[in-house]
């Protein structure tokens, strides 16, 4: 059985409460509740996480390391600076695919360039709760492509 562990940044836990027209009025337990749903139809372990620490969330990927085949990531704003999270991400060379709720490329200026995509195998933004389960798929799709 494959095992995805699903990694969320700051602010994620005040979803549905915060700016819902940007990103949804789903809570997080909601989208992971959905989540969980869609990884057991497919057989897949799949783990949830999330904190407004960003030294938390590097360590989280750390301990990915032997126990994850493949990481589903939304850094929330550590998207754009955090070469720390980026360099996790490198050292532990687990498959990892960005997410965002929003499109991030259709919003301010700052939120257009994101440090961790070069070391994700692919992003997925703009879709809502959906970008989960997007990101999930392809995740999967990229392990049985290289034969993992």
Known sequence: MRTIWVIN???LNLLGLREPGVYGSQSL???EEGLLEKAEALGVSVTFYQSN???DIIDRI???LGH???IVLNPGALTHYSYAVRDAISSVKIPT???HLSNIHARETFRHTSVI????VGQIAGFGAVSYELGMMALLRHLESQGQ
């Not at 995509?117 to 994700?120: G, I, K, L, R, V």
Request: no cysteine.
């Open 29 to 31: 337990a909601s989208i």
């Open 117 to 120: 995509a070069p070391e994700a």
């Open 53 to 55: 620490h960003e030294g």
């Open 9 to 11: 940044g700051p602010n």
């Open 62 to 64: 750390h301990a990915a």
């Open 97 to 99: 695919v960005e997410v």
């Open 68 to 70: 994850a085949d493949g």
